[in-house]
């Protein structure tokens, strides 16, 4: 069983990427369900067909729908949101209101997920593609499973055994054991949720950007969460790369490390046999006569070239912008091939963490992989949430997690390949 997220900026064609590889997949054989999460359902046009609550098949082996999040809700919440809704409302609530409150916040997101995890408990389909919500909503709805037994463990008193206090809190608002069993049954659920999405065997993660400076932003900002949660990652998606730009792909030598490396980026770690799919730079081969569009070349080379240092060392797979309106199965599937190659778009084509955070003492680690660079000349700039590493001419920016951007950055090491930078605790300003 897989499940594949595919998740990224709004536009960006996460809805296409996710439609391909389900079609490549079924074409392979394999029962595939593709399936959309976000309230603003776009899926039903990219395959071209109505869609509704319950999965339908648009094609041998290929199934979609997309999720109905108030159906969920309901099925999912209703009972306990019933008699919460109906105390507020005694209290003088205006009823639309008091429905609204009576739903924890992230309840859709939870009950999307738990949907999904429903498809792969049942074991029905091979492999589950989620067309994801924009990269905001994605990301919420992810820290969603591990935020939500938190708080409800603690309001039913820490164990699942409600504690006095919160007894009588609950008796007077949910007077029926049953809907709190039911409370108790979605917290187990979400726990036994939690332990899907982080199961690299099952479940993958994979961002769609395009060569643009703000998609480039916001793909590394989900990377460093979904790093910083321990979610997998397995491959960046490279959209609607324009006609006439030819990638540099890192070549190997005889020994099978990495012969490319004249711009600082290499990779002893992943060699083309397990990981064809590195980019070392760009070159614009076919320049434009149009002069506007020769520029909008120009900037995707050097923008692709940077997608190859920051999400290093992820895998890049690419697509180029096509005059063809990718719509209907066909079109999907020439997609497919065109990303994929002979490849199985289900297969995992990365195992391991592209960055990681530990403690040490009071400090924090940014532990990044960097193979064949030096450490003579390491450079570290950091704003606000930003840090900017320079060693020769390799620069890579990251988008740093709340918990490391109110510290300032304390040097850096080189060991095994793997750069470490320091974060030590805030000094206490003098009084």
């Known amino acids: 069983m897989r499940i594949i997220l595919y998740l990224g900026k709004g536009g960006v064609g996460k809805t296409t990427m996710a439609a391909a590889t389900a079609m490549r997949s079924a074409e392979l054989g ?4 593709v399936v959309s999460t976000d309230i603003a359902h776009s899926l039903a046009d990219s395959l071209d067909t109505e869609l ?10 290929l199934f979609a729908q997309e999720i109905n999040v108030l159906d969920e809700l309901r099925d999912n919440w209703g009972k306990l949101q019933s008699y919460v809704g ?12 008091a429905e609204e409150m009576a739903i924890i916040p992230g309840m859709e997101e939870i009950v999307s997920l738990l949907h999904i995890h429903r498809q792969a408990k049942q074991n029905t389909y091979d492999r589950v593609i989620v067309d994801a919500a924009p ?28 504690s006095r206090v919160a007894t009588g809190i609950l008796r007077k608002f949910v007077p029926e054991a049953e809907a709190l069993d039911g409370l108790a049954n979605l917290v187990e659920g979400v ?19 395009n060569p643009e400076k703000m998609v480039i932003k916001e793909g590394a900002r989900a990377l460093t969460y979904l790093s910083l949660y321990g979610y997998p990652v397995d491959a960046i998606m490279v959209n609607r790369i324009l006609p006439g ?15 490319n490396s004249s711009s600082g980026f290499g990779s002893s770690t992943i060699n083309s ?10 070159t614009l081969e076919i320049p434009s006569q149009d002069e506007y569009l020769q520029q909008l070349q120009k900037n995707q080379c050097r923008y692709l070239t940077q997608i190859g240092q920051d999400f290093f060392p992820l895998p890049l797979l690419s697509s180029e912008w096509s005059g063809r309106e990718m719509v209907g199965v066909d079109a999907l599937s020439h997609l497919a091939q065109s990303v994929f190659g002979d490849a199985d778009p289900g297969q995992i084509f990365f195992v391991g963490q592209p960055q990681e955070i530990t ?54 090491v080189l060991n095994n390949g793997v750069l470490h930078i320091n974060f030590p605790p805030v000094e206490p300003k003098a009084a």
């Open 135 to 162: 990269t905001g909503e994605t990301m919420r709805l992810l820290t969603m499973p591990e935020s939500f037994s938190w708080y409800v463990e603690r309001f039913m008193g820490g164990t699942m055994g409600i």
């Open 52 to 61: 509704g609550n319950q999965p339908i098949e648009v094609a041998p082996n």
């Open 359 to 412: 403690e040490q003492d009071d400090s924090f680690v940014l532990k990044l992989p960097l193979p064949n660079v030096e450490l003579n000349k390491v450079q570290l700039t950091k704003r606000g949430d930003e840090l900017f590493v320079r060693i020769g001419n390799f620069k890579r920016e990251l988008l740093l997690p709340a918990a490391l951007a109110q510290r300032a950055a304390g040097g850096a």
């Open 273 to 282: 046999t397990d990981n064809p799919y590195g980019i070392s730079g760009a």
């Open 245 to 259: 730009i030819s990638l540099i792909r890192p070549s190997l030598s005889h020994d099978g490390s990495s012969g």
């Open 86 to 97: 109906n105390v507020l409302r005694k209290e003088g609530m205006n009823k639309a209101i």
């Open 30 to 33: 394999y029962k595939t369900l």
């Open 191 to 209: 726990k036994q949720l939690q332990k899907t999405l982080i199961n690299p065997e099952i479940t993958s993660y994979r961002i769609v950007v």
